[in-house]
């Protein structure tokens, strides 16, 4: 089919897109031509710029590319020829030809060819390589050509051919080199959303990247990227030695074992790495067991969730054969596979050791009342707890709790009560009682009933008012209200109200029902008003007759 139609003015460039044919005038800016029509219009957004030089290249079904002033393509919709949002493609150097190589834009230059990505991801630049080449007066860049998986390009005197790097090996470089979000943009680029396998490569991919942020001392952004995978912790515990149990993680190394010291100073060598942390060992070592806790809760919860009652199996983590400082370990299958009970063990080991260190006392606190699974390393977390110097009392206490050595708790807390603070004191009291009344049978099996009553006067001596918080919560099961009634009139009789409280609760609260409570408490009622009479009559004045 032939047609003919006479443009308006003398044209520079043309271009052919479906039913659009884009053209440039001399000395004008661009236009568009509407095949079915045959009617021209102006592009909107370029029709009051006059350019010297023009050159059209389209790229896609959604991008055509048009050049204006500073040898600066400006991005417009092929179909509408509305000017889009994307970034505009600029060189430093004249611009000789443009090509698309899917799924990159390729631009010549007078001295150097430019690779910009065809799509625009994550809002970055679209640059991605910058490929020099000599030049010079005589041998200048002059076209550029390409076939099904070259492209060529030519001075004066010589030709060239770039060959593309499948892009496994150009996301391996870029993370190599420290460049995560582009090494994110060539995956976006090359494995579409319906890729059967895309989830497990994506998952994998922010694996790698995470370690890549890890060694760049950016440890918030190693962690969003952790937060969700299936991956092995043992990776990163292996760097801090110093929280572990004498269990190995690895086979024997030979050679010079990582360590998050020589992660630092490899760090201070990397142009990407974090340029605060870089200056500063031991903030930068302070941030990283900061990070450890975190990852550790997280995978500690994500264990919980996913195997809590699958102890005793082995499951299979993911792991970075290529950005991992064991990598060589992964390679040669030299990492100990442990159950998820053993994987347990040592990361609560782990998160002990870490709040130790980094004095975080209420996380530890209260990690030391959830069920742990590291009891078979109490004889090597002792030396943290029982020798010098030692952490709080909270701390301690909690510890000895944890571990069924409540009469080791309970003597923390009863050094406690001798604090000249009034609320430091009161607060020993206070968790003694809690001891008492929580384990009263683990503590008559230590010591018979004996030993409950002899820490309970501990507490009634300093601060006779916790004395009802005791009754109200005690198991009357397995300490009889005989046995504490007896104990009070044997020591504290002088100290009537004790057994008014005790008898009080037992009647009114705890409704037993004996007699011989109801009993004694009418009593001790009469008793006391006869005693209050006898002092009121002792001290009113006798009247004049």
Not at 457 to 483: C, G, H, R, T
């Amino acid at each position: 089919m032939v047609f003919e139609v006479k443009p308006p003015l003398k044209i520079s460039s043309l271009a052919w897109y479906g039913k659009n044919i884009f053209l440039s005038y001399a000395g004008k800016s661009y236009a568009v031509m509407d095949i079915d029509s045959k009617k021209f219009k102006d592009v909107e957004d370029l029709k009051d710029f006059n350019f010297s030089k023009h050159m059209i290249k389209v790229v896609s079904d959604e991008e055509t590319l048009l050049l204006g002033v500073s040898d600066t393509f400006f991005p417009v919709h092929t179909h509408t020829t509305k000017k889009l949002t994307k970034s505009p493609i600029s060189v430093v150097s004249k611009i000789i030809g443009v090509t698309v190589y899917h799924p990159y834009i390729v631009v010549l230059g007078d001295a150097k060819v430019y690779v910009y990505n065809k799509i625009e991801v994550r809002n970055r630049q679209r640059i991605l390589q910058e490929i020099p080449f000599e030049a010079s007066s005589g041998n200048t860049a002059r076209c550029m050509t390409i076939t099904y998986d070259k492209i060529f390009f030519a001075l004066t005197s010589k030709i060239f051919y770039l060959k593309l790097v499948p892009y496994e090996i150009q996301i391996q470089r870029n993370l190599q080199d420290g460049r995560v979000e582009d090494a994110f943009m060539i995956f976006d680029q090359y494995v579409p959303e319906d890729d059967f396998d895309r989830h497990q490569r994506y998952d994998q991919l922010k694996l790698d990247a995470a370690w890549v942020f890890f060694k760049d001392l950016r440890f918030r952004e190693a962690e969003d990227l952790l937060r969700d995978l299936n991956y092995d912790i043992k990776e990163f515990l292996g760097l801090f030695l110093m929280y572990l149990p004498s269990k190995p993680l690895f086979d024997a190394k030979s050679g010079k074992t990582p360590s998050m010291g020589i992660i630092y100073e490899e760090a201070k060598k990397r142009p990407w790495a974090d340029s605060d942390l870089k200056k500063d060992e031991r903030k930068a070592l302070k941030y990283a067991k900061e990070f450890l806790s975190r990852i550790l809760e997280n995978r500690r919860k994500f264990l919980l969730d996913n195997y809590k009652d699958q102890l005793r199996e082995k499951p299979t983590f993911m792991t970075s054969e290529t950005q991992s400082p064991f990598k060589e370990e992964i390679k040669a299958g030299k990492v100990n596979s442990l159950s998820v009970g053993e994987l347990l063990e040592i990361v609560d080991f782990a998160l002990i050791r870490v709040y130790l260190d980094l004095q975080k006392e209420e996380q530890l606190a209260n990690f030391l009342k959830e069920k742990l699974y590291c009891s078979s390393l109490v004889k090597e977390l002792d030396q943290y707890f029982c020798s010098d110097p030692k952490p709080s009392d909270t701390i301690q206490a909690r510890y000895f709790e944890q571990f069924g050595r409540y009469k080791e708790a309970l003597e923390v807390w009863a050094n406690a009560l001798k604090h000249s603070e009034r609320a430091k004191s009161d607060r020993a009291c206070d968790e003694i009682v809690n001891i008492l009344t929580t384990y009263t049978g683990q503590l008559k099996a230590i010591g018979k009933h004996t030993l409950i009553l002899e820490y309970l006067e501990k507490v009634l001596l300093k601060n006779s008012s916790y004395a009802k918080q005791f009754f109200m919560n005690n198991d009357y099961k397995l300490l009889s209200p005989d046995i504490i009634e007896k104990y009070l009139n044997d020591n504290f009789g002088k100290i009537p109200h004790l057994r008014e409280t005790f008898l009080e609760v037992i009647v009114n609260d705890k409704k037993i029902e004996l007699d011989t409570f109801h009993t004694n408490l009418a009593l001790h009622y009469v008793k006391k008003i006869k005693t209050l009479r006898a002092e009121e009559s002792q001290t009113t004045p006798e009247l004049n007759s």
